[in-house]
């Protein structure tokens, strides 16, 4: 099975950036999509970003838009999220996951595998 492990998360000030790894076990990580989903205190979890396994195609939450990049290295069992231009409300917990499909990937549900997450702090 796929195993996620999170890692790059910290305290940031607000304007500053971050970037967030996210390292996969080898076995078909290639076949998975990867996403990235966060959870602030008090609020419910939020899709942030995704990228599908077949063409490398990349989807963003409405709040993060045009701040945020996903990547990945198929090649590594590599994911990256750069965070950049982040505010106060970007504060929580980033998890990083994988998904045997490709569409649908705004939700959580279509996700088989999660890491353990890694805090993100942006101070005002």
């Known amino acids: 099975q796929v195993q996620l492990v999170e890692s790059g998360g910290g305290l940031v000030q607000a304007g500053g950036s971050l970037r967030l790894s996210c390292a996969a076990s080898?076995?078909?990580?290639?076949?998975?999509?990867m996403g990235w989903f966060r959870r602030a205190p008090g609020k419910e979890r939020e899709f942030v970003a995704a990228i599908t396994w077949n063409d490398g195609r990349t989807y963003y939450g409405d709040s993060v838009k045009g701040r945020f990049t996903i990547s990945r290295d198929n090649a590594n069992s590599m994911a990256w999220l750069q965070m950049s231009g982040l505010k106060p409300e970007d504060t929580a917990v980033y998890y990083c996951?994988?998904?045997?499909?490709?569409?649908?990937?705004?939700?959580?549900?279509?996700?088989?595998?999660w890491g353990q997450g890694t805090q993100v702090t942006v101070s005002s």
């Open positions: 996951a994988a998904s045997p499909g490709r569409y649908r990937l705004a939700d959580a549900g279509m996700y088989a595998y």
């Open positions: 080898e076995h078909t990580f290639s076949s998975h999509s």
